[in-house]
Structures are given as C-alpha cells and as structure tokens.
C-alpha cells in the first residue's frame, strides 16, 4: 500500500498570502496524484487531477506540480472561501486507493 | 449535471450489517471506464478509500476490509450498494458515494452519517 504524507498538517496565512501544501508519497506515483478541498460539513471537492490540471471550474489560484513521490498544492493568493482541509490522494497502485492525512488551511 | 446521493440507516447496532444506497443520475454504466466508489470519514479524521464497481461490473475492495464489504451495482435503477457486515464503534463514520473516472473523484454526494451505537 502507498502511503501518503501530507504536511504540515496545519498552516496558518494571512488572506492575500501564498499557501503551498506539500504530499509524499512512500512510493512513486509518477504523475497519478489528484487533490482535494473539504470544507466543515460538506464533501470533498476535486481541485487537480494527474498532478497539475485543474479540474472543471477550479480558479487559477490553485496550481499542483510535482511528480513521482513529491507534490504541492498552492493556492496563489488566498481568498477567504479557501480556508478549508486539503487532501491528496494516489492513484498510480490500487487498490487501495489511498488519502492522505490532510493539511488544514487556516486564517492567521 | 451529475448528482449522486447516499441514503441508509443513520444508526446501527455493534455487530449487525450496514447496507447503503447510492442513487445517481446525470451519467450511466454504459460508459466505458466509468466507475461508483466508496470512500468514509470517521469524525474529524482522514478520508478513507473502501470500494469501487466500475462500468463492466468488476469490483475492487479496500484490501484491510474486503472480508466485510460488498458492493453491487443496479445498472436500471441507476444505484449502487455497498454493505459492510459485523459493524462495530470504529464503523462510525460518513460514508461518501463518488464518481471515478481516471483514477479521481470528480463527482461526490453529500454524504451519509452513520453511527454505530448499542
């Protein structure tokens, strides 16, 4: 099983700021690394998918890159609506499937 | 527009079997490559990856969980269904049905909190 490691698992930015989110992978996943947003009470929201494409409707502010055990999420200049839970997630060996742990985004 | 929605009992006895519905519409199993997973969140925890049925009826099952899960498709009502038998307290979850196509979850329903309480 692929683990994913997602840190740091809390990280607090001023509104306006740049906020980068980092996943590992304990394994290579080349470029088969999707990422996710979760607010409090709802489900997650697909961001980018094979590393570095945004999905459908996802703002330019959010940017992913990386490839094989190292990614990052930045979101370029931080909006309120973006504080929220960022997972990563695999998807070069599966099953399973595997999430990581999550970073929470916060407002300092 | 693509929707999904999970519906089940919200409250389960230790030891007995859940069973979920996830209903969708706005895609079909006749799309080649098109997948319905399962994945849970404990409360204030991680996500959690426990199944998928693709569009052929292949299944695939969390490998610490197969021996409890089932999932099963109803390609006429547009559903799919997942059980979890012997339910126990670390069950307690929200249980997520999502739309897989390409390795990602593009599409997710709402969500179906699930405790596991005597």
């Known amino acids: 099983e692929i683990v994913m490691t997602q840190s740091p698992a809390t990280l607090s930015v001023s509104p306006g700021d740049r906020a980068t989110l980092s996943c590992r992978a304990s394994q290579s996943v080349s470029s088969n690394l999707a990422w996710y947003q979760q607010k409090p009470g709802q489900a997650p929201r697909l961001l980018i998918y094979?590393?570095?494409t945004r999905a459908t409707g996802i703002p330019a502010r959010f940017s992913g890159s990386g490839s094989g055990t190292e990614f990052t999420l930045t979101i370029s200049s931080l909006q309120s609506e973006d504080f929220a839970v960022y997972y990563c997630q695999q998807y070069k060996n599966w099953p399973p499937v595997t999430f990581g742990q999550g970073t929470r985004l916060e407002i300092k | 527009q693509i929707t999904l929605k999970e519906s089940g009992p919200t409250l389960v006895k230790p030891t007995q079997t859940l069973t979920l519905t996830c209903t969708f519409s706005?895609?079909?199993?006749?799309?080649?490559?098109?997948?319905v997973g399962w994945i849970r969140q404990p409360p204030g925890k991680a996500l959690e990856w426990l199944s998928l049925i693709w569009w052929d009826d292949d299944k695939r099952y969390s490998p610490s969980l197969k021996s409890r899960l089932t999932i099963a498709k109803d390609t006429s009502k547009n559903q799919v269904v997942l059980t979890l038998t012997n339910m126990g307290p670390v069950d307690t979850a929200t249980y997520y049905c999502a739309h897989f196509r390409g390795g990602w979850y593009s599409y997710w329903g709402q969500g179906a909190l699930v405790t596991v309480s005597s």
């Open positions: 706005g895609f079909s199993f006749s799309t080649s490559g098109l997948g």
């Open positions: 094979g590393a570095s």
